[in-house]
Structure formats: structure tokens, C-alpha cells
């Protein structure tokens, strides 16, 4: 059965940083492309970055660009996105999502994880 | 962005057909994909590339249309298919999501 547990959300101040976690299993980690996406609180739902199977392209949504990292240790079968200059706006819940036939749709999500950012 | 456009909500009895309607602002060709959230749970892929129902989801769903005009259909509608429904598209970059139809069982 594939699990995605995602990690590490919480309070955070404006400008500082965060890092959320996404352990895999049930799958071949390493065989798949990752993503986060998000939704902010009664909003819809909102792409942030996917990366490949093998961490050698990552691909992000303007407003992230910069500021935000994903990565991947596909040893501990764990997916990351490292969120710095946190702003107000992304507060939202982050899922970690597995995309398919070259990102098109997305097959399995994580339960989330909330990031609340305000001071 | 190519925005998808969804109706808030709708409200239908069990038993009954209900459609869901996600229109885009531009062409998104056949890639247009559905997810069904229910409260407090993460989403979950009904339907791909239009018209293909994903893995142990009922037939009771079903998606058609291309272009710009797109169809969910749950057929019959049972008590447990109270939830947000939202339209994905992939083909035009970066993808996006519709706002989501609340479902709501009389």
C-alpha cells in the first residue's frame, strides 16, 4: 500500500525558514517523480514544485521561485522542500504528492502537513 | 495561468445523477483531471486525462469532454460522495486547479 507521511509543519514567523518531510513507502521511491502541493485555508488547491525521480530537475511555481528548495534522499525514501523568507501567504496546507505520466495528474497524496506563517 | 471555473455548490438526493462542470480559459486538450476531497482528508484521483477512472474508484464516476469543457458524473449518487470535487489541468504550464464543487446530499 503507498503511504506518503508528510512532517514538520507548525508557527512560524514571517522571514525565517522551514522544512518539511515526506516518507515514502509502498513504492519504488526511486523510480518516481515527487511533488508538493498546497492549499491555503478554504482555498483551493495549488502546485509548488515536483522534482525527477533521480533529484537532477526540479521545477517550481513563480511565486516560490527562489525561496523555496525540494529535494530528495531516495536512500531513506524521503522527500523535502526547504521553505525560506517565509511570507504570510504561504500558510497552507502542504501535501506530498506523487505525479504521474510526466506530472500530468497525481496518483497519491500525503494527509498534509499545516504551515502557519504570522508573527 | 489558465483558469478552471467550477460552480461552488450542489445539493442532489441519493439515487439521483449529478453532473459537475469545470470550463478553462484556454484549451487544455484532453488533460483534464478530477479529485474528490472529502472534509479534513487529502485528495483523492477519481479520474485522469478526462475519461479514465483511476485505480478502485467506482463506476459510478465517470468524466467526458475536451477542450475547454469538462464533465464529472457520479451515477448513482450514494450518501458517502458528500465532498469538494476539483478539476486539474496539466496542459498548459504551470497546471492548475479549479476552486472545487461542494457536494452536498439532501
Known amino acids: 500500500e503507498v503511504q506518503l507521511v508528510e512532517s514538520g509543519g507548525g508557527l512560524v514567523q514571517p522571514g525565517r525558514s522551514m522544512k518539511l518531510s515526506c516518507a515514502a513507502s509502498g513504492f519504488t521511491f526511486n523510480n518516481y517523480d515527487m511533488a508538493w502541493v498546497c492549499q491555503a485555508p478554504k482555498k483551493g488547491l495549488e502546485w509548488v514544485a515536483t522534482i525527477s525521480y533521480d533529484g537532477s530537475s526540479t521545477y517550481y511555481r513563480d511565486s516560490v521561485k527562489g525561496r523555496f528548495t525540494i529535494s530528495r534522499d531516495n536512500a531513506k525514501s524521503t522527500l523535502y522542500l526547504q521553505m525560506d523568507s517565509l511570507r504570510s501567504e504561504d500558510t497552507a496546507t502542504y501535501y506530498c504528492?506523487?505525479?504521474?505520466?510526466?506530472?500530468?495528474?497525481?496518483?497519491?497524496w500525503g494527509q498534509g502537513v499545516m504551515v502557519t506563517v504570522s508573527s | 495561468d489558465t483558469v478552471l471555473t467550477q460552480s461552488p455548490a450542489l445539493a442532489v438526493s441519493p439515487g439521483e445523477r449529478v453532473s459537475i462542470s469545470c470550463r478553462a480559459s484556454?484549451?487544455?486538450?484532453?488533460?483534464m483531471h478530477w479529485y474528490q476531497q472529502k472534509p479534513g482528508q487529502q485528495p483523492k484521483l477519481l479520474i485522469y486525462k478526462a475519461s479514465n477512472l483511476a485505480s478502485g474508484v467506482p463506476a459510478r464516476f465517470s468524466g467526458s469532454g475536451s477542450g475547454t469543457d469538462f464533465t464529472l458524473t457520479i451515477d448513482p449518487v450514494e450518501a458517502d460522495d458528500t465532498a469538494t470535487y476539483f478539476c486539474q489541468q496539466s496542459w498548459n504550464d504551470p497546471n492548475t486547479f479549479g476552486a472545487g464543487t461542494k457536494l452536498e446530499l439532501k
Open positions: 504528492a506523487r505525479p504521474r505520466e510526466l506530472g500530468h495528474y497525481f496518483d497519491y
Open positions: 484556454e484549451g487544455v486538450n484532453s488533460y
